[in-house]
C-alpha cells in the first residue's frame, strides 16, 4: 500500500574540517547547509532526488503521469526545463512542473498541515548540530503517519 510519502530531502552537503576545534579534530565530514539555492541546484534536487525517490516507491501498477506543483520562488526551474523533460520521460513516467496559482489559499494545506504537523514532531527533538537537524526532520517525517497526512487533505476538502 502506497503510504502517500515520497520522501524529504535536505539542501546540505558535506564538506571536510579544514582545522581542529575543540568539538571535532580536522579533516572529518562535515555537513553544512547550502546558502543559496538556485535554479540549479533545485533542478539537480529533482532530478536526482525527488523523480528517483518518486519511481522507487511509485506502484507499478498506478498512473505514471504526475504532475509536480511548485511555488513561484525564484530558484524554482521552469516548466519547460530541457534538462528536466529530458529525466522526466524516462521509465514510462510522465512528470510535469506546474506553479501554482499565486494567492491562492486552498493551495497552503502543505504548509500550514503537513509541515507544521512534522515542526511539531521536530520541536520535541533538542538538535544541536545541523546533522541532528536533519535527523530529527527525517525521524518526524518517518514519524507522522500515513492516517494523519489523509486528515490534513481532508481538512482541506471540507
Known sequence: MFSG???IFPFVFKERARRNSKNRQARPLETKPILSVTKDVTRSCLINK???AIRAKWPSSS???MFIQQDNAKPH???DDEQFL???SLDGFNFQLFFQPPNNPDLNVLDLGYFRAIQFLQHQESPTTIDELVKAVEKSFND???ENLNNVFL???S
Open 5 to 7: 510519502k515520497i520522501g
Open 50 to 52: 525527488v523523480l528517483h
Open 63 to 65: 498512473e505514471k503521469r
Open 77 to 79: 526551474i521552469d516548466v
Open 86 to 88: 529530458q529525466v522526466a
Open 144 to 146: 507522522l503517519s500515513p
Open 155 to 157: 481538512t482541506l476538502q
